[in-house]
């Protein structure tokens, strides 16, 4: 698969992930604990047999300069071991309220640091999951490993609890970029790391990369993606760096003279899907995504059975999701909900025995329609018109005509086929998903032609090529 580089100039604009819609700048503080507990306990509302569960564990010993997560650095085991307290009380309330019978298919523990926990916390915090919820037998249950942060006790309390996928921060390995952000990490750790975690039975590891970051050069990160390569990782997160130091602090330590600028950034990410590829064997997922042939992503998505949620592409159908733990994002039949991100004000909920929602989004019909809309346009890369009719008893190029006008020079540029009963995403258009899927978005300002702009709101994103 190549990018086309003129394309991607035309279409390179902030957009969002879709990990949710509406996504979270929709939010507001109209919805909250009360909402979340009616959802959660009321018989009537419709809710999935499997369910799945995020854990937030957002300590690390240092931090580093890109980080966009929601973060607590400190060197202290205190902290952690009152967080824990009260993340075990969160999930107790949580647990309480849930219909009986409802099995875990999914969780995952993110970060954060998650594997900034003890060997011994490790297995308390999930003796105590295990304890609350009950596991299909097939779940696939998952953390985010900084390979700067695991020693062998920790991975063998790793597989003692159960988890069968890791996700590890990588990066970059190039010394210079490591500096500028400040995490060094070396080739020969990070492949200790997957070591220790495969003769720990966790054979299923992915590897995040960033391009975009200061100093990298196309052939400084072509020799990185090749390195990466040799240590056979299951799937590949290759994001977008967003440098948005007004809104993270921590990035006004990267100068911004150090950063590639755009056309390199389009290069680099020309190179990364060719490489991946083709020399890489890997399957282009879509937006930054990459996994093996054989890994279950793959598989899903050649099923037609790919889904998305807050943790990006999945395999799990569209479980509800409830997420505990400061500023996590949970997703139930009709809401978004999200959870204090001050720590204080989360104690102050979760001792008091409330659900710790600050704020959330209660779906109209409409946002149930767009959501389906998107979800199929960046997990299944078409729209079938007859199915989206009958589910939503609309006649879709009616409801959406101004959507179907705007999309025009998508078809123009052959990113996108009109089949009559189905619009179709090519090749090349999946790697403009997110632009395609933008066209649907009620939230987001258009401009004449019914396209979505960037505005003053729409910095915090990153670019969508
Ligand atoms: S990138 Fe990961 S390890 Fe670094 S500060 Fe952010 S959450 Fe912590």
Redesign the pocket.
């Known amino acids: 698969m190549k990018l086309n580089l003129e394309l991607a100039r035309k279409y390179s604009r902030p957009g969002p992930r879709y990990t949710s819609y509406p996504t979270a700048p929709q939010f507001g503080e109209a919805v909250g604990a009360e909402d979340y507990l009616n959802e959660l306990s009321n018989p009537q509302v419709p809710v999935t047999p499997e369910i799945s569960l995020y854990f937030h564990l957002p300590f ?1 010993r ?3 300069y ?2 966009a ?1 929601n ?1 607590i ?1 400190t060197h202290r085991r205190e902290p952690i071991a009152d967080y824990l307290q009260l993340l075990k009380k969160e999930i107790d309330l949580v647990a309480r309220h849930m219909a009986d019978g409802r099995k875990v298919g999914q969780l995952h523990w993110g ?3 998650p594997t900034y926990l003890t060997a011994d916390e490790i297995k308390d915090l999930m003796g105590h999951i295990r304890s609350r919820f009950a596991f299909s037998a097939d779940a696939e249950v998952s953390v985010e490993i ?1 390979p700067r942060e695991l020693s062998a006790d920790q991975a063998e309390a790793l597989a003692e609890a159960g988890f069968n996928r890791a996700s590890c ?1 990588l990066q970059d390995f190039n010394g210079e970029v490591q500096k500028a952000v400040n ?1 060094l990490q070396s080739y020969e750790q990070t492949e200790g790391v997957l070591e220790l975690l495969r003769d720990n039975g966790i054979e299923h590891v992915n590897l995040d990369l960033i391009y975009g970051l200061p100093h990298q050069t196309v052939e400084s990160f072509a020799r990185t993606l090749e390195q990466v390569l040799t240590l056979h990782p299951s799937r590949l997160a290759v994001y977008n760096y967003a440098y948005v130091p007004w809104l993270k602090k921590n990035q006004t330590m990267i100068d911004e003279a150090w950063l590639p600028g755009p056309e390199v950034k389009l290069e680099m990410f020309a190179h990364i899907i060719t490489a991946l590829t083709t020399t890489g064997n890997m399957t282009f997922i879509g937006m930054d995504h990459f996994a093996r042939h054989d890994d279950e992503l793959a598989t899903a998505l050649e099923r037609g059975a790919l889904h998305r949620n807050f943790q990006g592409y999945s395999t799990r159908a569209g479980l509800d999701l409830y997420a505990l733990g400061i500023t996590s994002i949970g997703q139930t039949r009709n809401y978004y909900v999200q959870n204090h991100k001050q720590i204080s004000r989360y104690r102050q909920s979760v001792e008091a025995g409330q659900l710790p929602t600050e704020r959330g989004i209660r779906l109209t019909d409409e946002d149930h329609l767009r959501r389906r809309v998107i979800q199929d346009i960046m997990c299944r890369f078409e729209l079938n018109l007859p199915d989206l009719e009958q589910a939503f008893n609309i006649d879709f190029r009616d409801h959406f005509a101004p959507e179907l006008k705007a999309l025009a020079p998508f078809e123009a540029d052959d990113l996108l086929v009109d089949e009559g009963d189905r619009l179709l995403v090519t090749e090349q258009g999946r790697l403009f998903i997110r632009n395609i899927a933008m066209t649907f978005d009620a939230y987001l300002p258009k401009n004449g032609g019914g396209q979505a702009v960037a505005t003053s709101d729409t910095p915090q994103y990153s670019k969508t090529v």
């Open positions: 690390c240092s931090l580093c890109f980080c997560c973060v650095i970060g954060g640091t900084d921060g995490r």
